[in-house]
């Protein structure tokens, strides 16, 4: 289906390992219709070739601002102006970082700086650059200036960490892509409030009784939602999962703090779903120290 028909998609690709998965992800979006060009950033030479990158765009592939021959017709201005969209996956923590503060030392961000359409980037790298405080004001930074944020994912990572920080999977970003180029907005002007994840519920200060639950459908049923126009609000236990993008977050760990937050959050919402695997249980008095 070409659901991305005569679309000009300018993909950004900044070093990391998930690079490797940037030419399955050019494959699925001129499947779908898009006319894809590529610029590499010099670290993203390191993980993928620029040929590898043309033969399954077929286009050429732009990497140096400085370029004599691209620009003797202002190449970087010309990319700007031709792209529908600016897609940076992988955007690792160092572009997402020289976005943020508006550099245009290189290539990509030049042309970020010189086109007026919408960029979205995927972030990917090690779960604590990811949680490091520098980069989540980044991002922040980044959702201010109208930036779109594709994930990012959870789980493994190369560097054997567990955590969030991992590149969405290609037809992932394909989906998210196309729901940028056809919004279906029906909920707009609804207020949404989902529950979601596992609760804790103490025994004492080291033990408590929870269950499996990783809050996925709770927080896709959230990202659908905020995706079709509403306002949403998510109340969560503790899960690894990485907030949607436009989506307000509230985080607790016990049935009791998912009750009252509920409440609270239902009376000025027009629908609520639960979705979270509340504890069934919980001891009738909390041991104020460790048991033995």
């Given at each position: 289906m070409q659901t991305l028909a005569d679309k000009r998609i300018l993909l950004g690709i900044s070093g990391g390992i998930a690079a490797y998965k940037s030419a399955d992800l050019v494959r699925r979006l001129t499947e779908r219709g898009a006319d894809v060009r590529v610029i590499l950033t010099s670290a993203a030479q390191e993980f993928i070739t620029p040929l590898t990158l043309q033969a399954v765009s077929g286009n050429p592939v732009s990497h140096s601002l400085?370029?004599?021959?691209?620009?003797?017709?202002?190449?970087h201005i010309e990319l700007a102006k031709w792209a529908d969209l600016i897609l940076i996956a992988p955007a690792s923590a160092d572009v997402i970082a020289r976005l943020a503060h508006g550099l245009a030392n290189d290539l990509l961000t030049t042309c970020v700086l010189a086109s007026s359409a919408p960029v979205a980037v995927a972030p990917a790298m090690n779960q604590q650059m990811y949680k490091n405080i520098a980069t989540q004001?980044?991002?922040?930074?980044?959702?201010?200036?109208?930036?779109?944020?594709?994930?990012?994912?959870?789980?493994?990572?190369?560097?054997?960490?567990?955590?969030?920080?991992?590149?969405?999977?290609?037809?992932?970003?394909?989906?998210?892509?196309?729901?940028?180029?056809?919004?279906?907005?029906?909920?707009?002007?609804?207020?949404i409030t989902i529950t979601a994840g596992p609760t804790r519920e103490a025994i004492d200060p080291v033990r408590y009784i929870s269950n499996h639950s990783s809050g996925k459908m709770g927080f896709a049923l959230a990202q659908a939602a905020?995706?079709?126009?509403?306002?949403?609000?998510?109340?969560?236990?503790?899960?690894?999962?990485?907030?949607?993008?436009?989506?307000?977050?509230?985080?607790?760990?016990?049935?009791?703090?998912?009750?009252?937050?509920?409440?609270?959050?239902?009376?000025?919402?027009?629908i609520f779903i639960g979705c979270a695997a509340v504890a069934d249980y919980r001891v009738a008095e909390i041991a104020a120290d460790k048991l033995k």
């Open positions: 400085l370029d004599p021959a691209a620009e003797a017709a202002m190449g004001k980044n991002l922040a930074t980044l959702k201010e200036h109208n930036f779109h944020i594709f994930g990012p994912g959870v789980g493994a990572q190369a560097c054997g960490d567990t955590g969030a920080g991992r590149m969405l999977e290609p037809l992932e970003l394909v989906a998210l892509t196309e729901q940028l180029f056809s919004p279906v907005k029906n909920l707009q002007g609804l207020h905020a995706a079709m126009g509403a306002k949403v609000t998510l109340i969560s236990g503790p899960v690894q999962l990485a907030t949607p993008a436009g989506v307000t977050r509230i985080d607790v760990q016990s049935a009791e703090q998912m009750h009252q937050a509920a409440l609270s959050a239902a009376v000025q919402s027009d």
